[in-house]
């Protein structure tokens, strides 16, 4: 099993709007490549990436019909105010998450 974790609405430190630009283009890239992805966590502010208003909501939607299983951290998503904007997937817990991490063959994190 892959499990996607992604940690952060960008990718990388420094420039925030570079970061977030990066991130679009790397799930872009990830659907592109076909590449079978079973699950994605998403933890603090990566969870904005699943809300309303997301600039990656179609990639996820692909990635989701792929049959990838989004879940976003559901303490990430109050912290931010936006457990009523999520736009897909499903709230998940902190042990959903530790779950995962050890089940799978492979973690990439972004």
């Known amino acids: 099993m892959t499990f ?3 940690t952060s ?7 925030s709007e570079l970061g977030r630009k990066l991130m679009k283009g790397f799930l872009a890239r990830l659907v592109e490549s076909g590449e079978e992805i079973h699950r994605i966590g998403l933890l603090n ?9 997301s600039p990656v909501l179609d990639s996820l939607r692909t990635l989701e019909g792929r049959g990838s299983r989004i879940t976003s951290c559901i303490t990430c998503l109050e912290h931010y105010g936006l457990e009523k904007k999520l736009a897909i ?20 994190r972004v």
């Open 89 to 108: 997937g499903e709230p998940g817990t902190m042990q959903e998450t530790v779950s995962t991490l050890l089940a799978a063959d492979r973690v990439i």
């Open 45 to 53: 502010s990566g969870v904005r990436l699943t809300t309303e208003g």
């Open 4 to 6: 996607l974790l992604v």
């Open 9 to 15: 609405e960008a990718v990388g430190e420094g420039d």
